[in-house]
């Protein structure tokens, strides 16, 4: 049986995963004041200028319930759908991707669809579409899947450092007074996905370096077991600088493999140039 895997844009995903799972992403929607995108139109390079050129940072928007009608509908109705959404705590994507599940199978009532909230984003989505393919590769059945994945979504740790404040400042998801406190103290925040899929502030750290090692000092905290598990991570225009901060995590952690790529506009939207992401499954 072949299960259609789906996502959102509010997912980052490295593009060999994305070919050979022949994975579907229904984009969302940035608005800026001088036009409107979603997020499959926008180039980073020109994305990241038009920030700083403009001082702004785009609003985002869901996917609307008839966006994901249509793209349920362009699957073969023999197939069925599993649809990764970018967690309920931060968009309204999941209840338009429940949304538009609903209105087809009003139609066609043999569909099969299941829409997980992954309670992550970015990395955290990746981690979870490898994690599926692995198990449709053991012959799991869709129930099976589901079932597992549910149980994997819970079991996901995300964490993220920031190196720069500026787009919380900008997008006014921090105080200017706040921020420019932060910035002279050269302040670095890590972060993490709570429970309910929602950001938290774990710690504020002072310096590059000091955050960076604090960041990866807390896979630690999350996990023992790491022979059988993946990381996976983004970084926000900065792959230098991701891949020595991966090759650090796994010179101290021993994870089996590793996925890494870039932060889409819409991640970029929040984390800035220079954030780092990492996803991967704490012990049971």
Known sequence: MTIQLMTDSGADIPQHLIDSLSVKIVPLYLHFSD???????????????????????????APSPNDFYEAYKEI??????????????????????????????????????????????????SLLLHEADSKLKEGYSLEQLVQHLHERVEQTTTLFVLKTLENLVIGGRLDKVKGKIAKTLNIRLLMRASEEGT?????????DKKSVRRFIDQIGE???????????MTHGNDENRAKQILSEIRSKYAFKDALLTETGPLISTYG?????????????
Request: charged share 30%; glycine share 6%.
């Open 272 to 284: 800035g140039e220079g954030a780092i992401v990492i996803a991967f499954f704490r012990d049971k």
């Open 222 to 232: 999350y996990t023992k077991n790491f022979e059988d598990k993946i990381i996976s």
């Open 76 to 125: 073969d109705p023999e197939h069925p759908i599993v649809m990764f959404s970018i967690s309920k705590g931060l968009s309204s994507t999941y209840e338009n991707a429940v949304a538009g599940k609903n209105l087809l199978l009003e139609e066609e009532p043999n569909r099969k669809i299941e829409v997980i909230n992954t309670k992550t984003a970015s990395c955290g989505v």
């Open 35 to 61: 036009g409107h995108y979603n997020t499959d139109e926008v180039n980073l390079n020109s994305f990241y200028q038009k920030i700083r050129d403009l001082k702004e940072l785009p609003r985002s928007a």
């Open 199 to 207: 950001i938290e502030v774990l710690e504020r750290v002072r310096g």
